[in-house]
């Protein structure tokens, strides 16, 4: 699988991965004698940096962070590589101190620790030799602010049992509209859904296989499905009401996504009010 990224700081590594999917401080985060991973919200705590390919959301935390990347470089405690969905200053100006070769612009999705990662940021290119890619469509149906989830039968390749958009693979050159609105067809016997919106494309992983999802999102004329075989259980849901759900792997992004691309956002209850008196 090839991933595109943008470079940071320029080289080359090739490197065993280590994940983090919470935003990550290197003052506090990482012990600077050592170089292991000392927060727990990373996932990864107790894991060593040294020779890895370090791959987080974005950095947060001191501006103290820049010598402490470069004090790991220099004593070879230090990742071999930095990946992140969103660089920010203080973590590119210790990879450029470091020579730590950096990208950015990365949907972490694709990774999982313990990949093979080879980092060329001079080509803005992360490649992970052991998976395989497979491009997928998600087609949400949105009635009445409620979405439609389809509950995938034991009878399908992956996922089985689980909770998800209607969705289908691309073949070849497949226009991925065409295919979410044969799947909405094949799937659930609606007629006359009106599409709405292309979400951005996110990646999941099952083992080696990364499947890149193109995520669309429809209007309903109905709530009435008839199931194929390839789903046992369908209801129309609130998107908060997901987190409640046994789901496919990053569902409630990839609906986001779709959401987000008709003017749509997922409603999150906020803090409770205290009332004075």
Known sequence: MRLAARRIAPGRADATALVSRAPF?????????????????????????????????HGKGSTVAPYVIYGLAKRRLGPAALLTERADAIVAVGAILGGVPMVDRMDLGAILTGDRVVVDADKGEVVLPDVRARSVVTAFLRNRGRILVVRRSERVGSFRGKWSGVSGYLEGDEDPKARAAQEIREETRMRGARFRAAGRAMTSRDGATAYVVHPFLFDAPTRTVRLDWENVESRWVRPEELDGFDTVPRLIDVMSSALAAGGLRIRRPGPPSIRKG
């Open 25 to 57: 401080s290197f003052v506090g985060g990482a012990d600077p004698g050592t170089g292991e991973v000392l927060d727990d919200a990373t996932g990864v705590r107790g894991e060593r940096l040294s020779g890895r390919a370090f791959a987080f959301p």
